[in-house]
C-alpha cells in the first residue's frame, strides 16, 4: 500500500475519539492526506430546545484539544451556571449536565439546523473554527436517535439508560425508529468506496458502531469497496476498556470477548465486514478461533495512553491491510 492511504474510519464516543486521534497522529507521521471519519449520531437528541450531537461533539472537541479528559464528555474547565438555571426551570434533565461552553456549541448547532442547513453542512461549519486534522462526516443527516427497550416494557432515550441508570436496567432491545428509511450522509459512500482501509474504531460494537451500519448503503458500501476492512477490539482480556458496552454487547446475544465481537462484525468472505481484526496482546490466544472465522488477526498493544500509542495501534492496522 502507498505510504499515503486514503483512511475512512467509523467511529463513536470516547473510544471513537481516541482512535481518531492515533489516526490523525499516524497520518501527520506519514504526511497522508486527512481520514474521513464517519461519526455515530444515534447517541443525539434534543433537550431543552437545543440539539446534542455527543459524539460528533466529543471527536470534534478531541481533536481540537479542548474536551474534559476527565469526564470523557464536554468541554475542558467548562461551568455549569446556566445549567444550574435550567433545573430551577425545571428544564431538561436532573441527571443531565449542559456545560456552559457546551451549551455554546448546542446553541450554534441548533440555530443553524433552524436557518435550513443539514447536519453534514452544520458539521462542515464546525469543523472550521479549529484546525481539526480530520474529515468528519455525521452516518446520515436523519434523525435516529436510539431508544432502549428494557426489561419491564419501558422504553427511553439511550441517553437517560446511559447517564440515568448507568446501563443498570437489563435491555431487550436498541432501536433506531426512522433507520431503515434514512440515507448515508453525503460523501459517506464514496470515502468508503474511494478509501485504501477503512477501519473499525475500538466503540462500543452496538451502540457506536451498530446505528453506522444500520444506516441502509453504508454496509453495502463496505462489502463492495477495495478497501481492506480492520476492526481494532473494544475488548481487552475479555473486559470492555470504558463505557457499559458489555450491557449492550449481553442484549444482543454477544459474549464480552474480542473473538466474539469480531464475530458479530463477521468476516467479508462470508458476508460480514471484516478482512483484520487487532486483538490486544492479553487476548493474543483469541487468535486462532478470530483467524478460525475467516478473519486475519493481528496481536499488539491496545491501550490507548496517549496519541503516539495510539498511532502506533493505527500502524498495525495498516500494516495489516497491507498484509
Ligand atoms: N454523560 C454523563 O455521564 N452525564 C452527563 O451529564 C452527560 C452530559 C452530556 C452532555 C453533552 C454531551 O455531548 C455528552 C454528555 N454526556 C454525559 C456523555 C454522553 O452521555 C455519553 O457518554 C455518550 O453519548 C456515549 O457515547
Redesign the pocket.
Known amino acids: 500500500m502507498t505510504e499515503s492511504p486514503r483512511i475512512v474510519v467509523l467511529a463513536?464516543?470516547?473510544g471513537g475519539s481516541k482512535f481518531t486521534l492515533g489516526v490523525r497522529e499516524a497520518l501527520v507521521r506519514r504526511g497522508a492526506p486527512e481520514a474521513t471519519v464517519v461519526v455515530n449520531t444515534g447517541?443525539d437528541l434534543w433537550l431543552s430546545g437545543v440539539r446534542?450531537?455527543?459524539?460528533i461533539?466529543?471527536i470534534v472537541y478531541a481533536l481540537a484539544g479542548v474536551n474534559d479528559v476527565v469526564?470523557?464528555?464536554?468541554r475542558a474547565g467548562d461551568t455549569e451556571r446556566v445549567n444550574h438555571e435550567l433545573q430551577a426551570w425545571g428544564a431538561g434533565w436532573p441527571?443531565?449536565?449542559?456545560?456552559d461552553l457546551?451549551l455554546g456549541t448546542h446553541l450554534a448547532r441548533t440555530g443553524w439546523l433552524r436557518d435550513g442547513l443539514t447536519p453534514t453542512q452544520v458539521l462542515e461549519r464546525m469543523s472550521r473554527r479549529w484546525p481539526l486534522g480530520a474529515h468528519l462526516l455525521p452516518m446520515t443527516d436523519a434523525e435516529v436517535d436510539t431508544i432502549v427497550h428494557v426489561r419491564d416494557g419501558a422504553a427511553m432515550h439511550?441517553?437517560e439508560w446511559?447517564?440515568r441508570h448507568r446501563a443498570t436496567l437489563e435491555p431487550t432491545a436498541f432501536e433506531n425508529p426512522g433507520i431503515a428509511a434514512a440515507q448515508p450522509a453525503p460523501g459517506v459512500v464514496e470515502a468508503i468506496a474511494a478509501a485504501d482501509v477503512v477501519l473499525l474504531a475500538p466503540s462500543?460494537p452496538v451502540?457506536?458502531i451498530g446505528p453506522i451500519l444500520a444506516v441502509p448503503g453504508i454496509r453495502e458500501a463496505l462489502a463492495t469497496t477495495s478497501a481492506t476492512v480492520v476492526g481494532v477490539s473494544p475488548i481487552i482480556g475479555g473486559r470492555v476498556v470504558r463505557?457499559m458496552a458489555d450491557v449492550c454487547l449481553t442484549a444482543i446475544g454477544v459474549e464480552t470477548s474480542a473473538a466474539a465481537v469480531a464475530g458479530h462484525y463477521g468476516a467479508r468472505r462470508d458476508g460480514g465486514l471484516l478482512d483484520a481484526w487487532l486483538l490486544a496482546e492479553e487476548d493474543a490466544a483469541l487468535a486462532p478461533a478470530v483467524e478460525g472465522r475467516g478473519i486475519r488477526s493481528v496481536v499488539c498493544p491496545l491501550w490507548m495512553t496517549d496519541a503516539a500509542a495510539t498511532a502506533a495501534i493505527v500502524e498495525h492496522a495498516l500494516a495489516a491491510a497491507d498484509a
Open positions: 463513536g464516543g470516547v447517541d446534542l450531537q455527543p459524539d461533539d466529543s469526564r470523557g464528555w464536554g441527571w443531565f449536565t449542559l456545560g457546551d439511550f441517553q446511559w447517564t462500543n451502540v457506536s463505557g
